[in-house]
């Protein structure tokens, strides 16, 4: 048992566990003391200042949320000597930031913004510092701009590309007034080892990190009459833009976002779900094929564990870290890509349009799939497979902006060819999913018998847990899978990047014997992706994973390999999974990167 | 000139040819009697924030972890002091034997010297003092061993928890506290950290005992203490003085005839001006009469010829500089103080808008997360209010 410690908050008494922080202990009475350096997903900086709270007895004031309760302590959270000091750090802040509001991104989503709104600062007293000095402002990458001129110094996203993804692109150079965040030698943020995950972007408070918008590219191919739009979106889409829609945190919004989608006016509505369940067929073929390479054959020039390619910023990241083990990666494109690239071939001949005059437009969790749409790779179907990457937070600015009420738009079903789904390919959207998926089809393929879990749920790889593990065993497998019977077959779950390096790293020095090991770059799986509404918190996710396994369970089908459009399209145009037509389409292969 | 009205005190460069019997003896006391001794001597820090030494030791002992550390502050990034620098050149033994009696009392088997990087020059020198001290501990079958760190001459890698993370390999940005070193210190570990001089009392009072230490000083500041004398004196240089003298007697000794104020502990200390330099006693917060001031050692002295806007104005300068940037009161704070000085020097706000100013020191003084952007209030409202005409004119 821990102790207990009491204190007095504002005069209430309570009594809090010891190690408890000021922050927390005001919470558990409903007191809210403005935070901006903190975020529940990051270690503590204590660094912004604008939580300090006065103890009774002593004239310096505490950062509540880097201060542990002590016995006997008396806090108060909004006296005049709190107020005046919170405001004075407040105004400095706005004196250092480029406060031009109306012209930042985040306007309406700035934690800065509504702190100086809740102060009511509405005159500058101290001198405006941010217009006499050079910023930089770094818009190269095709997925994260950063403009040093919004930018409060609160390292949450160094501490994030630290702490979250392991990755270490941003670092904090210079000291006194010529601190910043910046990267390797200064250079864009697309010319060093960041992922273009985005977890940056939704955790930084200000506008200074943002995602590269297509907003208005994507209007006006909307609105060009000779440009035919296809619109896909991802599984954890779904999950997530009720959010930025004044819905609450986990509400599946799939029929009114369909609904909205052709109000914008796409001229189809497709799904990237469909291609999701693809991928597991070619992915899980993949696996089949390696297992038997390399358990019957010995030849493991592909070799195990076999890892899953399907989130570019674990594809990325795997480039620059483990460029010498590139083989484990899966070659199958990601569901985003597989879809451009049929779209623009499969799609475009089924309904007769030329696929020169096709624009393909995918909504999208995350930041990294612009850099992927943009990688030279994908353009297998003879043009830009996929040609603009918004994030769900994009789609929410475009629904506003159309003056569509989303909480009254009708359910519409996603079109036909390209829109049909399984709940496996929803699972995609968490962490965990796609293993579950794979494991549904290839058990069965194996076998002939469903996955030998309660309702197909696989909980094991399910959950928040950073690294997750789960052995099949393969009994009565069918005959042409006989070097399969008996085998155990091991696989592994990892998201966010620093969990990743952790199983990875014990996968490099031989220590962990798997088969197959899911990756996802960010915490949660794409629902905690990097392009999804902002605030992302680790209570929001939770209601999102909640929401994906729902809509799973909601599906009259719940495996890839029944999907009915799926099975048409080997049908009628790729031949085989794994075959020629796959290799041409929906695989690709990966370069070496460097560390920095 | 030299007028020597304040006694010159000689302990801490005296030289002890037996230093090994010294430790010897020490080390035949029981760990409570020596902290006893080292808190009735009421010995303070000497690195600036003057806490009670003995006080920390036995927090530190107190401390449960089966690895601790003792660390030696020699960063002295202080402009104007080089007092450390002299002790560890002259008696770098009564540092070691301090650290490793710290070692032993607070269960300890390791010590680091944090040199400035300036000082670079010393190491070899000091690593040969190590190395006969560490044949000296073996011989005594004391387990314990000292490193040189070399600092990068941040200032603020002086700032204990900074000190840590920059050895640790990291940024150096000082930490929250709590929790405080002799919990959470050195890799997260128990630490003492002292700096140079403080070490080298504890020599002495080891060696003389506590009885002959408070005989220095007055009331609540006891001992003797080493300043870097400098600015508009004839006699500039290291000094070691007793602790308690008022400002006035310090001025008649090393003043120029012409002294219009006197910056007692550099940057981040006051500023005294004449009208006060009776009633302002050097030493540490207590219950004295007057004025006390906690100091690093460094004492300025100007005569009418300077300009206390450009004092001020440099000092500010330096703080916007070597704030480590972390945290908003401070970075941002240092930065309006001087375009706020600035511009009120130009006419572009209103004599008043130094009110405001003094208002935002006040805030920094309560909020920046450490000991430099908390004191940056100091010689900003000793100047501004003393001398508040050279500020506007
Ligand atoms: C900005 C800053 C710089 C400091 N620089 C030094 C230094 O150079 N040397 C030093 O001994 N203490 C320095 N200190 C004080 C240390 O944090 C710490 O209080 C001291 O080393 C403790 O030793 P003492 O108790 O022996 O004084 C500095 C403090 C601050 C806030
Ligand atoms: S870029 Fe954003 S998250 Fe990073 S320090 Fe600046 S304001 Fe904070
Ligand atoms: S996008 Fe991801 S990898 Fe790149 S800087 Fe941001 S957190 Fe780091
Ligand atoms: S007060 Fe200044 S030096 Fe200290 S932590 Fe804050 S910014 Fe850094
Ligand atoms: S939120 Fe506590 S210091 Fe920033």
Redesign the interface.
């Given at each position: 048992m821990t102790s207990k410690v009491n204190i007095t908050i504002n005069g209430t008494p309570l009594a809090v566990d010891k190690g408890t922080t000021i922050l927390d202990a005001a919470k558990l009475l409903g007191i809210k003391i403005p935070v901006l350096c903190y975020h529940k997903d990051l270690c503590?900086?204590?660094?912004?200042?604008?939580c300090?709270v006065e103890v009774v007895g002593v004239?310096?004031?505490f950062?509540a949320c880097?201060?542990?309760v002590w016995e006997g302590m008396e806090v108060l959270t909004n006296s005049l000597?709190v107020r005046?000091?919170r405001k004075?750090?407040i105004e400095?802040?706005l004196?250092?930031h480029n406060a031009d509001c109306t012209k930042c991104y985040r306007n309406g989503n700035c934690e800065l913004q509504d702190l100086s709104a809740e102060y009511k600062i509405t005159n500058q007293?101290?001198?405006d510092?941010a217009h006499t000095r050079e910023y930089t402002i770094d818009d190269f990458s095709p997925a994260i701009h950063k403009d040093d001129s919004r930018c409060?110094?609160c390292?949450r996203c160094v501490r994030t590309c630290d702490e979250l993804q392991s990755v270490g692109a941003l670092a904090?150079i210079?000291?006194?007034?010529?601190?910043k965040i910046s990267t390797f030698f200064d250079k864009s943020l697309n010319e060093v080892v960041c992922t273009s995950c985005g977890q940056c972007v939704i955790h930084c408070p200000t506008g200074a990190l943002i995602e590269h918008n297509y907003i208005e590219e994507v209007w006006d191919a909307i609105a060009d009459p000779e440009k035919y739009v296809v619109v896909q979106t991802a599984p954890a889409v779904r999950v997530g833009l009720g959010e930025a829609l004044n819905l609450s945190a986990g509400e599946r919004v799939t029929g009114k976002m369909v609904a909205a989608l052709r109000r914008l006016g796409f001229n189809s509505v497709l799904d990237t779900d469909f291609s999701a369940d693809l991928t597991i067929l070619e992915e899980g073929t993949e696996l089949l094929h390696r297992l038997k390479a390399n358990l019957v054959d010995k030849d493991n020039k592909e070799p195990l564990p076999m890892t899953t390619s399907c989130s570019p910023g674990w594809v990325k990241f795997f480039e620059h870290i483990y460029p010498e083990m590139l083989s484990h990666m899966s070659t199958c494109k990601s569901p985003q890509q597989m879809f451009g690239a049929l779209a623009k071939t499969y799609y475009a001949k089924k309904i007769d349009v030329d696929p020169a005059k096709m624009v393909c437009v995918s909504i999208m969790p995350c930041t990294a799939k612009k850099f992927e749409a943009d990688r030279p790779e994908m353009r297998d179907s003879g043009y830009k497979d996929v040609d603009y990457v918004l994030t769900t937070r994009e789609l929410a600015i475009m629904i506003k902006q159309a003056g569509i009420e989303f909480a009254d738009l009708p359910n519409e079903g996603f079109d036909t060819i390209m829109g049909k789904s399984t709940g496996a390919g929803v699972i995609f959207g968490a962490t965990g999913g796609v293993m579950e998926a794979a494991l549904r089809t290839v058990y069965e393929i194996v076998t002939g018998r469903e996955v030998p879990f309660k309702d197909l749920n696989i909980t094991p790889v399910r959950g928040l847990e950073g690294v997750k593990e789960a052995n099949v065993k393969i009994e009565k497998a069918l005959p042409e899978y006989k070097f399969l019977e008996g085998v155990e077959v091991k696989c592994a779950v990892a998201h966010g990047l620093a969990n990743a390096r952790t199983l990875m790293d014990s996968v490099k020095q031989g220590k962990a014997d798997y088969h197959f090991i899911e990756i996802m770059a960010c915490p949660g799986g794409c629902l905690g992706g990097g392009g999804q509404p902002i605030p992302t918190t680790p209570e929001i996710r939770q209601k999102r994973v909640e929401a994906i396994y729902e809509e799973d369970m909601s599906m009259s089908l719940r495996k890839s390999h029944e999907n009915p459009e799926v099975i048409g399209l080997y049908k009628e145009f790729l031949g085989q999974p794994y075959g020629h037509m796959s290799h041409k389409l929906l695989h690709t292969d990966y370069v070496e990167r460097q560390r920095y | 000139m030299g007028k020597n009205i304040l006694k010159r005190i000689d302990l801490i460069f005296k030289e002890e040819p037996d230093s090994k019997n010294v430790l010897k003896k020490t080390l035949s006391k029981s760990n409570d009697e020596l902290i006893n001794e080292l808190i009735a001597s009421g010995l303070k820090g000497r690195g600036g924030a003057g806490f009670p030494t003995g006080l920390k030791w036995k927090l530190t002992a107190e401390s449960k972890s089966t690895e601790k550390y003792v660390i030696c502050n020699a960063d002295e990034g202080e402009p104007g002091t080089f007092k450390d620098r002299e002790i560890l050149t002259q008696v770098p033994y009564k540092v070691l034997t301090g650290m490793a009696v710290c070692g032993r009392i607070i269960g300890a088997r390791k010590g680091f010297i944090y040199l400035r990087g300036e000082y670079k020059y010393l190491l070899k020198e000091l690593n040969a003092e190590i190395k006969k001290f560490h044949a000296i501990c073996d011989e005594l079958g004391l387990k314990f061993r000292v490193e040189v760190f070399m600092g990068f001459g941040?200032y603020?890698c002086g700032e204990e928890s900074a000190l840590f993370e920059s050895m640790e390999g990291k940024?150096g940005?000082p930490r929250?506290k709590?929790p405080y070193p002799s919990d959470f210190g050195y890799l997260g570990k128990p630490t003492v950290i002292n700096n140079v001089e403080t070490l080298a009392h504890t020599f002495t009072i080891f060696q003389h005992g506590a009885d002959k230490f408070r005989e220095l000083g007055v009331k609540d500041s006891h001992g003797s203490k080493l300043f870097s004398i400098s600015g508009d004196t004839p006699t500039p240089g290291i000094y070691e003085l007793e602790l308690g003298m008022t400002v006035e007697d310090f001025v008649n000794d090393f003043g120029d005839g012409d002294t219009k104020a006197v910056q007692v502990g550099g940057a981040s200390g006051f500023c005294v001006p004449r009208k006060k330099f009776r009633e302002t006693r050097i030493g540490y917060q207590g219950k004295l009469t007057g004025i006390s001031l906690p100091t690093g050692g460094s004492m300025m002295l100007f005569n009418s010829s300077r300009s206390m806007y450009n004092l001020l104005s440099n000092y500010l300068e330096f703080?916007?500089?070597?704030?480590?940037?972390?945290?908003?009161?401070c970075?941002?704070?240092?930065?309006?103080l001087i375009?706020?000085i600035r511009?009120v020097k130009r006419g572009e706000k209103p004599a008043s808008y130094l009110d405001?100013l003094l208002?935002?020191t006040e805030?920094m003084?309560?909020?920046?997360?450490c000991g430099l952007g908390?004191s940056v209030a100091n010689s900003f409202q000793s100047i501004v209010e003393n001398f508040r005409e050279e500020m506007i004119y």
């Open positions: 503590i900086a204590g660094n912004c200042r604008v300090v004239s310096k004031l950062a880097a201060t542990p000597l005046n000091s004075h750090i400095l802040l004196s250092e007293h101290f001198i510092l409060i110094r390292q904090v210079n000291k006194g007034d010529k601190m | 941040a603020i940024r940005e929250n709590p703080f916007t500089e070597e704030s480590c940037g972390q945290c908003t009161p970075r941002v704070g240092t930065q309006q375009e706020g511009a405001k208002a935002l805030t003084k309560a909020t920046a997360k908390q």
